[in-house]
């Protein structure tokens, strides 16, 4: 029972690198989100996407692109890595409903050099 | 827009001291209210839940309740653990919308 997995655990880049930080869950789940996690600001939504074929962008959505080809797989794209994108980056999804809690991955630790 | 404000940490306590931490909303409506926790290294788990007024989400000897009135959903244990150590994220879902506010998170740090 994988839940939602991302990969990779840990990654260093330096300044205007691109990557892209994989998601994945096996739960059937139609809502799928990234998230920014830095030190007293919470979580942040990046993009989420609502079903496969439909992205959207979320609270702080520039340098970062997504796409939603399956149901299963939700990746973040950096297009050109900035220090300013250092953070961990956690993966989340859900059902549809408006009382239904969000499923996280352990997340990815992202440093810009 | 929506809000979520949950006091500011860390919180320190010893091993079987009671704990609450407070949280308050602002939204439109009748959210559903949410508490997650993050232990070190690890994603954000769902601890308990509310979806309406008056309702008690309670999980692992952890509770809070949907105060309308308020606008609060407070976390409380009565005697908590060296292991319940970790960071507490209140967060709510407004009806009809899809995004979930997440609080600032409380970190909690209990002492044998």
């Known amino acids: ?48 996407s609502v079903g496969a074929g439909i992205t959207d962008q979320g609270e702080v959505p520039n340098g970062y692109n997504v796409s939603r080809s399956t149901t299963e797989d939700f990746p973040l794209r950096l297009l050109s890595a900035a220090p300013s994108q250092t953070s961990v980056y956690f993966c989340a999804s859900r059902f549809r409903g408006s009382n239904q809690p969000q499923h996280f991955g352990d997340g990815t630790r992202l440093s810009i050099l | 827009g929506d ?7 860390p919180v320190t306590l010893s091993e079987e001291a009671f704990l609450t931490i407070n949280c308050t909303y602002t939204a439109t409506g009748y ?18 839940k509310a979806t309406k007024a008056d309702d008690k989400g309670s999980n692992k000897g952890f509770e809070a309740t949907y105060r309308k009135e308020t606008t609060s959903f407070h976390l409380e244990k009565g005697s908590v653990q060296v292991s319940d150590s970790a960071v507490y994220f209140c967060a709510l879902m407004g009806r009809g919308t899809y995004k979930y506010i997440f609080g600032t998170g409380t970190r909690l740090k209990v002492l044998a």
Request: hydrophobic letters at 35%.
């Open chain 2, 31 to 48: 959210p559903s209210l949410f508490w997650y926790v993050q232990y070190p290294g690890e994603g954000l788990q769902l601890l308990l």
């Open chain 2, 3 to 9: 809000s979520v404000t949950q006091m500011e940490g």
């Open chain 1, 1 to 48: 029972n994988a839940g939602v997995t991302q990969t990779p655990k840990f990654q260093v880049l330096k300044t205007g690198q691109s990557m892209t930080l994989q998601c994945a869950q096996d739960m059937n789940h139609e809502y799928m989100s990234w998230y920014r996690q830095d030190p007293g600001m919470g979580l942040r939504l990046i993009h989420y």
